[in-house]
């Protein structure tokens, strides 16, 4: 990990020469992408606040942020790392057969034998398997600097909330690579933040970072319902993903019957994991070519659109527990602010998901399409608003800033709020502006507040419906 507050010149040096992925990959990486990917800034130099963000008036202050943050850059589970020992392992059996047919048709003659017939799939069969099951899904060194690199751009932003002696707020999923996050967010802050003490603790909150386990409607109607995912099934036998299996395996001169659609995407993703961990371009990555990237892309795309998007009510309803909880302390900060009170709860920094962010981004509206993603529209849907590599990279984060604005006299425009994502404004749904009165936000999400009701949303129908029904 990096020393906190090192020198500018040894982060950058860390970033400075990424290289591209194979034929322009690295943009189709969905939620296995970089975070470099959203903001290309940050490749010249990780401090860069990027292009200069319109805020409210400058007699407003910021009064509290809110940040729900994706972890950093983490390894692959246990069960992707056993899907690309089982393809590495065909590809060694595929090249070992070759050899020895080799060596039988050249008979005792001691001639070099012809050059490999799939250079690929030589090149793969050397390419070293170094990942383990007991990696699975851990922070990455490169995650521990995602996050110690976002805390120092968020202090330079909004230096009065993060000014000393001010309180923080930590808390996270109970899962290890989110709490290291946390740990590495509060390392990034460096010493000379007193945020409520040297050692902040970091709070597990699976409630409201993993909410999506605790509703019973989303686990049994969509998470373990294989139904709830016909499109991402279809999509894996449509004709645009028959035409990458087929290139891949004769690519690797290969069966097509010992490939599918999942193993052509660990290979995929493999080729992501090589570039967001280590910083190098992999060899898996020579397998695919731009357009190949966009069907795997759209592939991953229309997971998260059907089991955390907009596919079924419940992905996006289930989060209101947490959408409720921010509103809350908003309203705490606003009425701390009109009894001229210390505002209790500055600084509140939440480290879970992308399961956790993609529910709360389509529960309050944002990059929806008009046209739902499905099997048969892949062409259509080519300028799509909901790619999850732009909205949920590794280390994606979800800001919300509450300013008091003094105006001399109450006013509905006296608390304002603006809303980041991976640290650019997003327009308001109900202005297109970047900066909404709270009262306006409120009125806007008057229902949400009201009406979701965690306990009601995620309670199982008690009629007997088929779940295909239900959804």
Same mark, same amino acid.
């Given at each position: 990990?990096? =020393?906190?507050?090192?020198?500018?010149?040894?982060?950058?040096?860390?970033?400075?020469?990424?290289?591209?992925?194979?034929?322009?990959? @690295?943009?189709?990486?969905?939620?296995?992408?970089?975070?470099?990917?959203?903001?290309?800034?940050?490749v010249?130099?990780?401090?860069?606040?990027?292009?200069? $963000?319109?805020?409210?008036?400058? /007699?407003?202050?910021?009064?509290?942020?809110?940040?729900?943050?994706?972890?950093?850059?983490?390894?692959?589970?246990?069960?992707?790392?056993?899907?690309?020992?089982?393809?590495?392992?065909r #590809?060694?059996?595929?090249?070992?057969?070759?050899?020895?047919?080799?060596?039988?048709?050249?008979?005792?003659?001691?001639?070099?034998?012809?050059?490999?017939?799939?250079?690929?799939?030589?090149?793969?069969?050397?390419?070293?398997?170094?990942?383990?099951? /007991?990696?699975?899904?851990?922070?990455?060194?490169?995650?521990?600097?995602?996050?110690?690199?976002?805390?120092?751009?968020?202090?330079?932003?909004?230096?009065a909330?993060?000014?000393?002696?001010?309180?923080?707020?930590?808390?996270?999923?109970?899962?290890?690579?989110?709490?290291?996050?946390?740990?590495?967010?509060?390392?990034?802050?460096?010493?000379?933040? /007193?945020?409520?003490?040297?050692?902040?603790?970091?709070?597990?909150n699976?409630?409201?970072?993993?909410?999506?386990?605790?509703?019973?409607?989303?686990?049994?109607?969509? !998470?373990?319902?294989?139904?709830?995912?016909c499109?991402?099934?279809?999509?894996?036998?449509?004709? !645009?993903?028959?035409?990458?299996?087929?290139?891949?395996?004769?690519?690797?001169?290969?069966?097509?019957?010992?490939?599918?659609?999942?193993?052509?995407?660990?290979?995929?993703?493999?080729?992501?994991?090589?570039?967001?961990?280590?910083?190098?371009?992999?060899?898996?990555?020579?397998?695919?070519?731009?357009?190949?990237?966009?069907?795997?892309?759209?592939?991953n795309?229309?997971?998260?659109?059907?089991?955390?998007?907009?596919?079924?009510?419940?992905n /996006?309803?289930?989060?209101?527990?947490?959408f409720?909880?921010?509103?809350?302390?908003? &309203?705490?900060? $606003?009425? !701390?602010?009109k009894?001229?009170? =210390?505002?209790?709860?500055?600084?509140?920094?939440? $480290?879970?998901?992308?399961?956790?962010?993609?529910? #709360?981004?389509?529960?309050?509206?944002?990059?929806?399409?008009?046209?739902?993603?499905?099997?048969?529209?892949?062409?259509?849907?080519?300028?799509?608003?909901?790619?999850?590599?732009?909205?949920?990279?590794?280390?994606?984060?979800l800001?919300?800033?509450l300013?008091?604005? &003094?105006?001399?006299?109450?006013?509905?425009?006296?608390?304002?709020?603006?809303?980041?994502?991976?640290?650019?404004?997003?327009?308001?749904?109900? @202005?297109?502006?970047?900066?909404?009165?709270?009262?306006?936000?409120?009125?806007?999400?008057?229902?949400?507040?009201?009406?979701?009701?965690?306990?009601?949303?995620? !309670?199982? =129908?008690k009629?007997?419906?088929?779940?295909?029904?239900?959804?």
């Amino acid at each position: 990990a990096l =020393p906190a507050m090192a020198p500018v010149s040894a982060l950058i040096l860390l970033l400075l020469s990424v290289p591209r992925a194979g034929a322009g990959l @690295s943009g189709y990486f969905g939620t296995k992408s970089r975070y470099e990917e959203v903001n290309p800034h940050l490749v010249r130099d990780p401090l860069s606040l990027g292009p200069a $963000v319109s805020g409210p008036a400058p /007699s407003c202050a910021p009064l509290q942020l809110r940040a729900v943050l994706r972890h950093g850059t983490r390894y692959p589970t246990a069960g992707q790392v056993r899907r690309l020992a089982e393809l590495h392992g065909r #590809l060694l059996r595929a090249q070992q057969a070759q050899q020895g047919q080799g060596q039988q048709g050249q008979g005792q003659q001691a001639q070099p034998g012809p050059p490999p017939a799939c250079p690929a799939a030589a090149a793969l069969s050397a390419w070293h398997m170094w990942y383990e099951e /007991s990696l699975d899904g851990r922070l990455a060194p490169q995650g521990r600097r995602d996050m110690e690199l976002l805390a120092r751009r968020m202090a330079a932003r909004f230096p009065a909330l993060f000014a000393a002696r001010r309180r923080l707020q930590l808390a996270s999923s109970s899962k290890h690579r989110c709490l290291q996050s946390g740990a590495a967010f509060r390392r990034g802050l460096g010493p000379d933040l /007193s945020l409520g003490g040297d050692e902040v603790e970091v709070q597990v909150n699976d409630s409201l970072m993993r909410f999506f386990d605790h509703c019973a409607k989303f686990v049994a109607l969509v !998470e373990e319902n294989d139904a709830a995912m016909c499109q991402v099934s279809a999509f894996k036998e449509g004709p !645009e993903m028959k035409k990458v299996v087929e290139k891949v395996a004769r690519a690797l001169c290969l069966p097509v019957e010992e490939l599918n659609a999942d193993l052509v995407q660990v290979a995929f993703l493999t080729c992501s994991y090589e570039l967001a961990i280590k910083n190098v371009t992999s060899p898996w990555c020579s397998l695919f070519t731009e357009e190949d990237a966009k069907v795997l892309e759209y592939l991953n795309d229309l997971k998260q659109y059907w089991k955390r998007g907009y596919g079924y009510d419940i992905n /996006s309803r289930s989060s209101c527990i947490l959408f409720q909880d921010i509103f809350q302390h908003l &309203d705490k900060a $606003v009425e !701390e602010s009109k009894s001229s009170k =210390p505002i209790s709860s500055p600084l509140i920094v939440q $480290v879970g998901h992308a399961e956790t962010l993609q529910p #709360l981004l389509a529960l309050m509206g944002f990059f929806k399409d008009k046209e739902p993603l499905l099997a048969t529209n892949f062409a259509r849907q080519a300028q799509r608003r909901f790619r999850s590599g732009r909205i949920v990279p590794y280390a994606a984060n979800l800001l919300f800033v509450l300013y008091h604005c &003094d105006h001399g006299n109450a006013s509905r425009d006296e608390y304002q709020v603006q809303v980041l994502l991976n640290e650019s404004p997003l327009p308001f749904l109900h @202005s297109n502006d970047t900066i909404s009165t709270y009262a306006d936000l409120k009125d806007y999400y008057r229902d949400i507040l009201e009406n979701c009701h965690f306990k009601e949303e995620c !309670e199982l =129908p008690k009629v007997n419906v088929t779940a295909v029904d239900e959804l």
